[in-house]
């Protein structure tokens, strides 16, 4: 993990991050394009004109590795494999964003070693709600002999970002609080295994405030490690 926060820079950041402004309609996805793992994005115009649409890539420093712009008629669609536009090493993962006037849908394939993992979708565009101080994420985790899984942070934003990561077991016990900031297009990586014990009651829900919109990559692995699922949490439940 790159940094944890002092409530010092917390307190200053629930200031500056209230009056960040997210302009047109950004949709804002994790991926990762390593050596074993790759992402593939389905861009859709849902909507029946013809749009353009500007594809953004970041490393999970916050470091632009691509941008593409393109024009989509009224319910086409385009692929991008994001290692045929950063290519393939280990920092290569964090924030992909598509920014356009028109309405989107974004398909997320993963694929490990070449073969597709899992597929999810997100539809819905960032939103900042006017006087929010808090965001709230949820996922579930498992921290088990059988299975873990990898929760990715990552910030959407051109202000920095902080957070905690608040860790229940399955009784509700809060087992871990980790507190982050990420630079702007930065994003951060916590395996539970480092944060938790692992034992067959290590279950439950991963609960995650931060200051400003954010996105959240949970990963989903068996006991050998092989990756199972990516799910893209990309709205709050609270504000």
Same mark, same amino acid.
Request: aromatic share 10%; net charge negative; proline share 3%.
């Given at each position: 993990?790159?940094?944890?926060?002092?409530?010092?820079?917390?307190?200053?950041?629930?200031? *500056?991050?209230?009056?960040?402004?997210?302009?047109?309609? %950004?949709?804002?996805?994790?991926? /990762?394009?390593?050596? =074993?793992?790759?992402? $593939? +994005?389905?861009? #859709? =115009?849902?909507?029946?004109?013809?749009?353009?649409?500007?594809?953004?890539?970041?490393?999970?420093?916050?470091?632009?590795?691509?941008?593409? #712009?393109? %024009?989509?008629?009224?319910? %086409?669609?385009?692929?991008? +494999?994001?290692?045929?536009?950063?290519?393939?090493?280990?920092? =290569?993962?964090?924030?992909?964003?598509? %920014?356009?006037?028109?309405?989107?849908?974004?398909?997320?394939?993963?694929?490990?070693?070449?073969?597709?993992? @899992?597929?999810?979708?997100?539809?819905?565009?960032?939103?900042?709600?006017?006087?929010?101080?808090?965001?709230?994420?949820?996922?579930?985790?498992? =921290? @088990?002999?059988?299975?873990?899984?990898?929760? *990715?942070?990552?910030?959407?934003?051109?202000?920095?970002?902080?957070?905690?990561?608040?860790?229940?077991?399955?009784?509700?016990?809060?087992?871990?609080?980790?507190?982050?900031?990420?630079?702007?297009?930065?994003?951060?990586?916590?395996?539970?295994?480092?944060?938790?014990?692992? $034992?067959?009651?290590?279950?439950?829900?991963?609960?995650?405030?931060?200051?400003?919109?954010?996105?959240?990559?949970?990963?989903?692995?068996?006991? /050998? $490690?092989?990756?199972?699922?990516?799910?893209?949490?990309? $709205?709050?439940?609270? @504000?």
């Amino acid at each position: 993990m790159k940094r944890t926060v002092t409530a010092v820079l917390m307190a200053i950041l629930v200031v *500056a991050t209230v009056v960040a402004v997210v302009t047109a309609r %950004e949709y804002a996805v994790y991926y /990762a394009s390593t050596t =074993n793992q790759d992402t $593939g +994005l389905i861009i #859709t =115009n849902t909507g029946g004109e013809k749009v353009s649409y500007v594809l953004t890539v970041y490393d999970a420093y916050g470091k632009l590795l691509a941008r593409t #712009t393109k %024009e989509l008629a009224g319910y %086409e669609s385009d692929y991008h +494999l994001v290692s045929d536009l950063v290519g393939s090493k280990d920092d =290569n993962w964090g924030l992909a964003t598509v %920014e356009t006037t028109g309405i989107m849908s974004i398909g997320i394939d993963t694929i490990v070693n070449g073969t597709r993992r @899992s597929s999810t979708n997100v539809y819905a565009p960032l939103s900042v709600v006017s006087g929010s101080t808090y965001y709230w994420y949820s996922l579930n985790y498992a =921290n @088990s002999s059988d299975e873990s899984t990898g929760v *990715a942070v990552v910030n959407p934003l051109d202000s920095p970002v902080a957070g905690t990561l608040y860790v229940y077991d399955a009784a509700g016990n809060q087992k871990n609080a980790t507190s982050f900031l990420l630079d702007p297009h930065e994003a951060d990586y916590y395996p539970l295994h480092k944060l938790v014990d692992v $034992g067959d009651t290590m279950w439950g829900v991963v609960d995650i405030k931060a200051t400003a919109p954010i996105v959240i990559g949970g990963e989903y692995f068996d006991a /050998a $490690g092989k990756l199972l699922n990516v799910d893209e949490i990309t $709205g709050f439940y609270y @504000s």
